[in-house]
């Protein structure tokens, strides 16, 4: 790093170069603002890689009550109401400010936006740029208009290792560059960190995406929410390679079916069939694979010879493993995909630890509840930026000093993934997520590489055995009922920790602690299951 961290002090740090951080730096700008990105920036990102696009009720025959009335019901009744109706209705607007930024969406000839269809929406509102190129097509526009902001300072090959916290509020951040450590003193901290694909062997995120934006705010105290709900995409093109390349839902959206090796299209025993929600149609594959099937998408009919043409992305890497969409079926299985939890933040992005905020994938609005509406991720993460930089402008940074920074090892989540992998999955039981907190907690504690991703890991199968009821992408074998009231959870790295302590010293276990609350009569909708998506 070549700059001098005293001439940055006191500016607003954004930790994270997806859609999320780029649009709040944009959106802050004149003020100076430094934005880390542990890679180059525009690469090794979840944004980038988006295939579907960003939902917003765009069509003559749409309207934000109907694009929300598809949001709650997708949701499996854990939606925060206010949150998704606030978020729905600004996503005209905030597809508008990215074609003023330059982003070229699809459009007909007559220049009307090309909107696509995907998974429990019930109309055509997905908004593509470059066909199933659509996150990389944003980035493009958001990296140029980044990089020609005076206002934006951008340290790349920098990624934050801790937050430092005085007196409750944030004083800084402690990251580590190509010259070694560096403490960065600023008393507002902007996470824009992604995802936690990198957990799990079996994933369409980056690698790199271990979940460090949650460490960071959970090691400083923040409170999370809604961990448990990790969604799992039903159609990753199966095979050996690491991330996995996900097919898009915009797929099944003009057409494509799902079968198996005997051709059977075995979803259609699932109200929404193909396009039903996608915890549905996870766990329909997931099982059909579990009796001992393969399970296939076949686009051979639908959408045919234009398969190549509107997605090209997933048509190279089809031919990268040897298959031709136009005349093979293709192989998929589900895979890690989206975080619904994340930090707890309020309307404004604000976290429980003052001087620090989340966006995006890392943050957890309320708006996806137990599952997330397909496409609905960009939008929110381009919608909330101008309200996380609004609420920044106005706080004031606090005064923070520099101080030393001390070297700490990059996280790997490579101990982490069996573990996480084998009691996370689409289906979770008790005994599974008791055995994966106890194996975590002491791979938490060891301040070692792969501390920060096991803390991540024990936090989530904490959430996930307390939550003893099936809701959404959340489902327990043991508790295959709805609780009769839905809640939203709550929980902290401490609360975590102490959880997963009482669960290893089995004396101390009370019994009556994992008790399930009183079932309502409904089953948690599932593949057999009607669903009203």
């Known amino acids: 790093m070549s700059v001098d961290a005293r001439d940055l002090a006191g500016r607003p740090i954004i930790i994270g170069g997806g859609i999320a951080g780029l649009m709040t730096a944009l959106h802050l700008a004149p003020e100076p603002v430094l934005l880390l990105s542990r890679s180059p920036l525009g690469a090794d990102t979840s944004s980038v890689w988006a295939q579907g696009g960003l939902a917003a009720s765009l069509g003559e025959d ?12 997708a949701g499996d009744g854990l939606c925060d109401a206010d949150t998704a109706r ?77 937050l430092a916290i005085e007196d409750g509020r944030v004083a800084g951040v402690l990251a580590n560059c190509s010259t070694g450590p560096v403490f960065l003193a600023t008393g507002r901290v902007i996470l824009a960190t992604g995802g936690i694909g990198g957990l799990f062997q079996d994933s369409t995120n980056p690698l790199g995406s271990c979940g460090q934006g949650l460490a960071l705010a959970a090691r400083a105290g923040a409170v999370l929410a809604d961990l448990e709900f990790i969604q799992f995409h039903p159609t990753a093109l199966d095979g050996l390679g690491r991330p996995m390349p ?23 025993r699932v109200r929404g069939a193909e396009l039903a929600p996608r915890d549905i149609v996870a766990r329909a594959v997931w099982q059909h694979l579990a009796d001992g099937h393969r399970t296939f998408l ?15 992305t997933i048509a190279s890497a089809c031919r990268g493993v ?78 923070a000093k520099p101080a030393m920074a001390a070297d700490l090892p990059a996280p790997d989540p490579r101990p982490v993934r ?30 070692d590489a792969g501390s920060d991703p096991a803390a991540v890991g024990l936090m989530i199968a904490v959430a996930a055995l307390q939550r003893r009821e099936s809701r959404g ?49 409904n089953h948690a909708r599932t593949a057999g299951a009607d669903s009203s998506a």
């Open 418 to 447: 069996p573990l996480v992998s084998r009691a996370l999955g689409v289906t979770r039981d008790g005994e599974g997520l008791k055995e994966a907190a106890r194996a975590l907690l002491p791979l938490s504690q060891r301040h």
């Open 298 to 312: 076949d686009v051979r009919e639908r959408p045919g010879a234009i398969f190549a043409r509107q997605f090209p």
């Open 246 to 268: 996900l097919i898009s839902e915009a797929v099944r959206g003009e057409g494509a079916i799902v079968v198996d090796e005997t051709g059977r299209r075995f979803l259609d």
């Open 62 to 73: 749409d309207e934000p009550a109907l694009h929300l009335a598809d949001t709650l019901a």
């Open 473 to 521: 992408a959340h489902y327990r074998t043991d508790f295959p009922y709805q609780a009769a009231v839905a809640r939203r959870s709550e929980i902290t790295l401490d609360a975590a920790i102490a959880a997963a302590r009482e669960l290893a010293c089995p004396q101390l276990w009370k019994a009556s602690s994992d008790e399930p609350p009183t079932p309502s009569r």
């Open 86 to 162: 606030r978020i729905v209705y600004a996503a005209p607007a905030g597809i508008e400010n990215l074609a003023r930024l330059g982003v070229g969406f699809d459009r007909t000839p007559q220049g009307a936006l090309r909107l696509g269809l995907e998974a429990a929406h019930s109309r055509r509102r997905i908004a593509h740029a470059g066909g199933d190129g659509s996150g990389r097509e944003v980035m493009r526009a958001l990296v140029a208009a980044v990089r020609s902001t005076p206002s934006i300072v951008i340290l790349e090959g920098v990624e934050a290792r801790r």
């Open 322 to 399: 040897g298959i031709d969409p136009a005349r093979d079926l293709i192989p998929i299985r589900p895979a890690q995909h989206f975080h619904m939890g994340g930090v707890a933040v309020d309307l404004a992005g604000r976290t429980s630890v003052q001087g620090l905020w989340a966006c995006g994938e890392v943050a957890s609005t309320g708006l996806h509840g137990a599952n997330r509406l397909a496409s609905n991720s960009l939008i929110e993460a381009v919608v909330y930026a101008r309200w996380v930089a609004e609420s920044v402008a106005g706080s004031p940074d606090g005064g």
